[in-house]
């Protein structure tokens, strides 16, 4: 009972909201971003060891109308790569490997592979391309040797360790690595070293074949329709990718990762929650984010195809807060908006927006820069940052994103009739960008 109640006050410290309070306001959050932005996932929010929300929705498999449920695993996508950061450091401890080790000393004729480190490929400063999809896409017909051929023959974007950039095509080599130390095959050594560990029984690595119980389908938009995700050979797409999960298991994920030292110790958390570079990468994860909302947050989101997922930890506060889609919603600006009913902030619910008719001939007055935010005209059209991404009028003054209706925009007036800001909300939290050029 009392440690119940020391809860109860550390919650209404924090956030100013009773447990009953916060659970309340996150639940109305989610059950609008069913309803309005229909969200199928699972959500799982925890403060101090104890879940404070977590709920399923939508469906697992859309053909069948299978619900959702809180057990409901899931594909990763990005999310896998802190697994495998875990591991190779987990190696590391046990004087397996360096994290100074050439890239060549595992794949002898890598072009520049003597100039590349395991450190690089952790924190995305090796200079590989970002990807190696048109092969574990469309080619049934892989091995270990046609994939390595074919990643050796990629140019370099940089000289290793002199810009940065983010590549999946790194961390399938450090895959790769971890079964050549091992001995084990990536699934094996994940299952024995990292999952068992942390009791996490209900999650693994996907195959082409094996039949996963409680295995959500995958769908995405094309054409603004709902369609079942393409073929994906698993047997390559790992490493980077490649681990399905439970929201729950996440969550001893959670535990055990940030309190405790069961996977790894004290000097390799370290290592790996830390910033190299100015994209903010540590090893699998970000590192304080520009999305952090001026608090100390750990954080890595994903999205292939119809997974969309988002892991955030903020270790200052003991805030934990996981979602995991499988049909594309954008699970890591429901992350952020999560996050901002967490730390007591306003955060409007999703309602649906309805496109207006207006004489555009206001746009006029909306073009210019907002701080790093652009707005363009083109053709009676207002578009958002580059002519991709139109802006939907609701009023004169108010719109939405085209692209995503997560965020919308008003242009405010000052007391003279002009236009000095743009008031943007994303997720329903609202930011404030002051007309730097074109007043």
Same mark, same amino acid.
């Given at each position: 009972?009392?440690?119940?109640?020391?809860?109860?006050?550390?919650?209404?410290?924090?956030?100013?909201?009773?447990?009953?309070?916060?659970?309340?306001?996150?639940?109305?959050?989610?059950?609008?971003?069913?309803?309005?932005?229909?969200?199928?996932?699972?959500?799982?929010?925890?403060?101090?060891?104890?879940?404070?929300?977590?709920?399923?929705?939508?469906?697992?498999?859309?053909?069948?109308?299978?619900?959702?449920?809180?057990?409901?695993?899931?594909?990763?996508?990005?999310?896998?790569?802190?697994?495998?950061?875990?591991?190779?450091?987990?190696?590391?401890?046990?004087?397996?490997?360096?994290?100074?080790?050439?890239?060549?000393?595992?794949?002898?004729?890598?072009?520049?592979?003597?100039?590349?480190?395991?450190?690089?490929?952790?924190?995305?400063?090796?200079?590989?391309?970002?990807?190696?999809?048109?092969?574990?896409?469309?080619?049934?017909?892989?091995?270990?040797?046609?994939?390595?051929?074919?990643?050796?023959?990629?140019?370099?974007?940089?000289?290793?360790?002199?810009?940065?950039?983010?590549?999946?095509?790194?961390?399938?080599?450090?895959?790769?690595?971890?079964?050549?130390?091992?001995?084990?095959?990536?699934?094996?050594?994940?299952?024995?070293?990292?999952?068992?560990?942390?009791?996490?029984?209900?999650? !693994?690595?996907?195959?082409?074949?094996?039949?996963?119980?409680?295995?959500?389908?995958?769908?995405?938009?094309?054409?603004?329709?709902?369609?079942?995700?393409?073929?994906?050979?698993?047997?390559?797409?790992?490493?980077?990718?490649?681990?399905?999960?439970?929201?729950?298991?996440?969550?001893?994920? $959670?535990?055990?990762?940030?309190?405790?030292?069961?996977?790894?110790?004290?000097?390799?958390?370290?290592?790996?929650?830390?910033?190299?570079?100015?994209?903010?990468?540590?090893?699998?994860?970000?590192?304080?984010?520009?999305?952090?909302?001026?608090?100390?947050?750990?954080?890595?989101?994903?999205?292939?195809? !119809?997974?969309?997922?988002?892991?955030?930890?903020?270790?200052?506060?003991?805030?934990?807060?996981?979602?995991?889609?499988?049909?594309?919603?954008?699970?890591?600006?429901?992350?952020?908006?999560?996050?901002?009913?967490?730390?007591?902030?306003?955060?409007?619910?999703?309602?649906?927006?309805?496109?207006?008719?207006?004489?555009?001939?206001?746009?006029?007055?909306?073009?210019?820069?907002?701080?790093?935010?652009?707005?363009?005209?083109?053709?009676?059209?207002?578009?958002?940052?580059?002519?991709?991404?139109?802006?939907?009028?609701?009023?004169?003054?108010?719109?939405?994103?085209?692209? $995503?209706?997560?965020?919308?925009?008003?242009?405010?007036?000052?007391?003279?009739?002009?236009?000095?800001?743009?008031?943007?909300?994303?997720?329903?939290?609202?930011?404030?960008?002051?007309?730097?050029?074109?007043?």
């Amino acid at each position: 009972m009392k440690s119940r109640l020391t809860l109860v006050v550390l919650l209404v410290f924090t956030f100013g909201y009773s447990q009953k309070e916060l659970s309340t306001k996150l639940e109305q959050y989610m059950d609008a971003q069913f309803a309005i932005n229909d969200f199928s996932g699972t959500v799982l929010v925890s403060k101090n060891d104890s879940i404070v929300f977590e709920k399923a929705y939508g469906f697992a498999n859309y053909e069948w109308k299978v619900k959702n449920t809180i057990d409901s695993k899931f594909s990763l996508a990005s999310v896998s790569k802190q697994f495998t950061a875990a591991a190779i450091l987990q190696l590391a401890e046990k004087k397996q490997l360096s994290l100074e080790d050439p890239l060549s000393k595992y794949f002898s004729h890598f072009p520049k592979g003597e100039k590349i480190t395991l450190k690089m490929l952790l924190s995305h400063n090796s200079g590989l391309e970002m990807d190696f999809d048109e092969l574990y896409l469309t080619r049934t017909d892989l091995d270990k040797d046609s994939v390595y051929s074919d990643l050796a023959k990629k140019p370099l974007l940089f000289e290793p360790g002199t810009h940065t950039a983010y590549s999946n095509i790194g961390y399938y080599l450090l895959a790769r690595i971890i079964e050549k130390v091992s001995g084990q095959s990536y699934s094996e050594y994940l299952k024995q070293h990292v999952f068992d560990k942390a009791k996490m029984y209900n999650s !693994g690595v996907s195959t082409n074949d094996i039949i996963v119980d409680k295995m959500t389908q995958l769908y995405y938009f094309e054409n603004d329709k709902l369609v079942k995700n393409p073929y994906v050979n698993w047997n390559f797409n790992f490493g980077h990718d490649g681990i399905y999960s439970t929201v729950e298991d996440l969550n001893l994920w $959670n535990k055990a990762l940030f309190d405790s030292e069961i996977l790894l110790s004290a000097e390799s958390k370290k290592k790996m929650f830390t910033s190299y570079n100015d994209q903010n990468f540590g090893f699998g994860f970000m590192i304080n984010p520009f999305y952090n909302q001026n608090h100390q947050m750990i954080a890595h989101d994903g999205g292939f195809f !119809g997974a969309m997922t988002s892991f955030n930890k903020f270790p200052e506060d003991k805030v934990f807060i996981t979602v995991l889609s499988n049909n594309q919603s954008k699970s890591y600006y429901i992350s952020y908006g999560l996050a901002g009913i967490c730390f007591g902030k306003e955060v409007e619910l999703p309602y649906k927006h309805i496109q207006a008719a207006i004489d555009t001939k206001v746009y006029d007055q909306y073009i210019g820069d907002y701080g790093d935010i652009k707005i363009l005209k083109k053709d009676n059209k207002l578009y958002y940052i580059d002519y991709n991404i139109e802006l939907f009028p609701e009023s004169a003054t108010k719109f939405f994103r085209s692209d $995503n209706k997560n965020t919308t925009l008003e242009f405010i007036k000052n007391k003279k009739g002009k236009i000095t800001q743009l008031e943007i909300k994303k997720a329903g939290i609202k930011e404030v960008k002051n007309k730097t050029k074109g007043v």
